[in-house]
């Protein structure tokens, strides 16, 4: 089997490097940092959620979870702000370009979920709106399955992971 132009050793070293400083030193990108603000906060914000609705007064967790939905959205664009930039190295026309567009898809749709979950939320101030809360369970659902797509970037096809004579410097006995 012969690499077509653009695939192969290049290409994978090339999704090794990073575009710019902007996206983290050499084997640590910043991508994967920044993914854990809205993860965290929607997942804490579903919490909320369930909370609100187990109490006689709604109004404080009701308030905390369209506040954690906000610090999710905002943790979103700076995530998919690093996250463009590691998707620029990789090579068109390769199962990782494809398995990243598809991540970058999938992390748009949940953003654009628990935005329109925070618009629903915003309208009801002191309760929490069924609709909103299945919006927000769908949305962390879609979510996983682009962290799931995100992991093999990174763990399978080493997008943005240092090369392997790099990572023997850690099992190397001094």
């Known amino acids: 089997m012969s ?7 290049p290409a994978m070293r090339s999704a090794k490097v990073p575009r710019t400083p902007l996206a983290g030193p050499y084997g640590h990108p910043f991508h994967p940092i920044a993914v854990t603000i809205p993860i965290g906060a929607w997942t804490a914000s579903i919490v909320f959620d369930v909370l609100g609705l187990a109490s006689e007064d709604a109004e404080p967790s009701a308030v905390g979870a369209r506040v954690l939905i906000v610090i999710g959205l905002i943790g979103a664009v700076v995530a998919a702000f690093w996250g463009l930039l590691d998707l620029s190295r990789i090579a068109p026309q390769t199962p990782a370009r494809r398995t990243g567009l598809i991540h970058l898809a999938l992390n748009t749709a949940a953003a654009l979920l628990f935005a329109v979950g925070a618009v629903v ?9 069924g609709g909103a809360v299945v919006l927000s369970v769908i949305a962390l659902a879609v979510l ?31």
Do not use: M, N
């Open 144 to 174: 996983g399955a682009s962290g799931w797509l995100g992991g093999k970037l990174s763990y399978r096809w080493g997008v943005r992971v240092a090369d392997e004579a790099t990572q023997r410097e850690g099992f190397e006995r001094s």
């Open 121 to 129: 939320r915003f309208a009801d101030d002191d309760h929490i709106p």
């Open 3 to 9: 690499a077509s132009p653009g695939t192969g050793l």
